[in-house]
C-alpha cells in the first residue's frame, strides 16, 4: 500500500510541463474519442432494430449540451491527429528532438489544432445559436 502512496505522491508533485501536458490531452483526447465512437455505433445499430429509439437518441443530440459536447470533441479530434502526427515526426526524425524546442512544438501543435478547430467551431456554434437559443 506504501507503494501506491508513493507512487500517487510523485505523480501528484511530477512537474513534466508541457510535454506531460501533451501526453495527458493526448490520452484524454484519445479516450473521448473512442467513447464518442463506441456511444455512435450503439445509437446508429438502433436505427435497424429500434427506430423509436434511434430517433430519441436524435433529438437528444440536438440538445445545447449534446450540441456544445460535439463541439468540443471536434477540437479533440483536431488536436489528438495534429500531436499524432507530432509523436509520428519525432519518432522518425529523432535528431530535431531537443529538450529546449520541446515547449515551442508542443504550443504550436495546441494553436494548429485550435487553428483547424475554428471553422468548424463557427459553422457548429452558429447551427447551435440558430435552432437552439434563437428558437429558429
Known amino acids: 500500500m506504501s507503494s501506491m502512496k508513493t507512487t500517487l505522491e510523485g505523480a501528484l ?16 483526447s484519445g479516450l473521448g ?11 446508429t445499430a438502433t436505427v435497424y432494430f429500434y427506430p423509436s429509439l434511434y430517433e430519441h437518441a436524435i433529438a ?10 460535439e463541439i468540443i470533441l471536434v477540437l479533440m479530434v483536431l488536436f489528438h491527429g495534429a500531436n499524432g502526427l507530432r509523436i509520428a515526426l519525432m519518432d522518425l526524425f529523432p535528431r ?10 508542443v504550443l504550436w501543435t ?26 429558429g
Do not use: C
Not at 508533485?13 to 501533451?22: K, N
Not at 530535431?96 to 512544438?105: A, N, Q, S
Not at 485550435?114 to 437552439?132: C, D, E, F, T, V
Open 13 to 28: 508533485r511530477y512537474r513534466g510541463r508541457q510535454g506531460q501536458l501533451s501526453f495527458v490531452l493526448h490520452r484524454l
Open 33 to 43: 474519442t473512442l467513447l464518442f465512437l463506441a456511444i455512435h455505433i450503439v445509437d
Open 60 to 69: 437528444l443530440y440536438r440538445s445545447t449540451p449534446f450540441m456544445l459536447g
Open 96 to 105: 530535431l528532438w531537443r529538450h529546449e524546442t520541446e515547449r515551442r512544438i
Open 110 to 135: 495546441l494553436a494548429a489544432a485550435i487553428l483547424m478547430w475554428l471553422p468548424a467551431a463557427y459553422l457548429m456554434g452558429r447551427s447551435l445559436i440558430k435552432y437552439n437559443l434563437a428558437g
